[in-house]
C-alpha cells in the first residue's frame, strides 16, 4: 500500500510538472516531446511485473529498449543500483526538467555539474540527429541493446544510429554518476524555469 501510494504521489507531482511545460510543445505536431518521453518512460518503467517488494533487488543483464528508457537504466548500472520497477521510476523523475538542459528543450547556463552532464548529452544527441536527420520525438524512441555488469554498459547489437545514441547516454551515465552528489533539490521538476534561472 504504501509503495502504491508512493507511486500516486510521484505520478501527481510529474502531471503537475508536465502542466508548467507546455511551452515545449511542437507547434507542428501539437505534441509536448515533454510528455511524450515521460509517457513512453512510465510506459516501460511499469510494464514489467509490479508486485515487487521494495527490498527486492532485481538485476537485469541487458536490455533492448527505447533510448529515453535505456538512459535510465545505463543511469541506474553507473550507480551500481538494481533496475527493479522503484528505482527506474525515480531515476526518470530526478532527471526530467533538471535544471536548465535535463530533460526536453534548454536554455541558458547550465546551473551544476548534473545540469553540464545533461547539457553535454544535448549535444551529443545533436550530433547523432543532425546525421540521421530524425524527428524531436523519433530520435528519444529509437532502440539500442546494452548490457550492465560491473557498474559499466555495453552497447551491443544495435543500429548505427543505436550505437550513436547508446554512447550518448554511456557518457552521461558515467557523467551524473561521478556527479550525482551535487544534486540539487531547488533545480528539479522544472523549479530552475520557473524561477528564471534558464535564460
Known amino acids: ?5 508512493k507511486l500516486l504521489v510521484l505520478v501527481i507531482s ?18 509536448n516531446p515533454f510528455s511524450e518521453m515521460l509517457r513512453l518512460y512510465m510506459d516501460e518503467a511499469t510494464a514489467r511485473e509490479s ?23 545505463q543511469m541506474l548500472c553507473y550507480q551500481g543500483k538494481s533496475w527493479n520497477w522503484w528505482n527506474k521510476l525515480i531515476i526518470g523523475s530526478k532527471f526530467v526538467k533538471y535544471g536548465c538542459y535535463c530533460g526536453s528543450g534548454g536554455s ?5 555539474a548534473l545540469d ?4 553535454a548529452h544535448d549535444k551529443c544527441y545533436g550530433a547523432v540527429n543532425s546525421k540521421y536527420n530524425f ?5 528519444y524512441t529509437q532502440r539500442y541493446s546494452m548490457t550492465c555488469g560491473n557498474k559499466a554498459t555495453t552497447c551491443s ?3 548505427t544510429a543505436g550505437d550513436g545514441l547508446c554512447q550518448c547516454d554511456k557518457e552521461m551515465a558515467i557523467c551524473v554518476a561521478k556527479d550525482i552528489h551535487t544534486y540539487t533539490a531547488s533545480y528539479a521538476a522544472g523549479l530552475a524555469h520557473i ?3 534558464c535564460k
Open 1 to 5: 500500500m504504501v509503495t502504491l501510494l
Open 14 to 31: 510529474l502531471a503537475f510538472v508536465n502542466a508548467r511545460h507546455n511551452e515545449y510543445r511542437d507547434s507542428e505536431t501539437d505534441v
Open 51 to 73: 508486485t515487487i517488494d521494495d527490498e527486492q533487488e532485481e538485476m537485469d543483464q541487458s536490455s533492448t529498449n527505447v533510448a529515453v528508457y535505456n538512459l535510465g537504466l
Open 108 to 112: 541558458g547556463t547550465p546551473l551544476d
Open 116 to 119: 553540464r552532464c545533461c547539457f
Open 135 to 139: 524527428g524531436k520525438l523519433q530520435l
Open 157 to 159: 547489437g544495435s543500429t
Open 195 to 197: 524561477r528564471g534561472k
